[in-house]
């Protein structure tokens, strides 16, 4: 699962403190833009999350769920996507 904010640690601590869902694979995919972090995705599922692709400025950011989807056995969900539609009630009501 790739979530475009920083709210991905909190489902992190949920993995690590109560151990929930530990098999689910929790990240920023900012961050698999980083080298360490690459390393460790490419360690985890055998590919390479930048394959083929390059990113050079954060617009380029959304091809590594599609470089990631297009490479894995399973599912890839994503989460607050730059340009998807906001569908947070609160956010929606102000819009109004």
Same mark, same amino acid.
């Given at each position: 699962?790739?979530?475009?904010?920083?709210?991905? $640690? &909190?489902?992190?601590?949920?993995?690590? /403190? +109560?151990?929930?869902?530990?098999?689910?694979?929790?990240?920023? @995919?900012?961050?698999?833009?980083?080298?360490?972090?690459?390393?460790?995705? $490419? &360690?985890?599922?055998?590919?390479?999350? /930048? +394959?083929?692709?390059?990113?050079?400025?954060?617009?380029?950011? @959304?091809?590594?769920?599609?470089?990631?989807?297009?490479?894995?056995?399973?599912?890839?969900?994503?989460?607050?996507?730059?340009? +998807?539609?906001?569908?947070?009630?609160?956010?929606?009501?102000?819009?109004?």
């Amino acid at each position: 699962m790739l979530w475009w904010s920083d709210h991905y $640690t &909190r489902l992190r601590a949920y993995q690590i /403190l +109560a151990d929930e869902k530990p098999q689910v694979f929790v990240e920023n @995919p900012v961050l698999l833009t980083w080298m360490p972090m690459r390393r460790t995705f $490419t &360690r985890r599922f055998g590919f390479d999350p /930048l +394959a083929r692709i390059e990113v050079g400025d954060p617009s380029q950011v @959304p091809l590594v769920a599609q470089n990631i989807a297009r490479q894995a056995r399973l599912p890839v969900i994503v989460f607050d996507a730059p340009g +998807a539609p906001n569908t947070d009630p609160a956010r929606v009501a102000q819009n109004r």
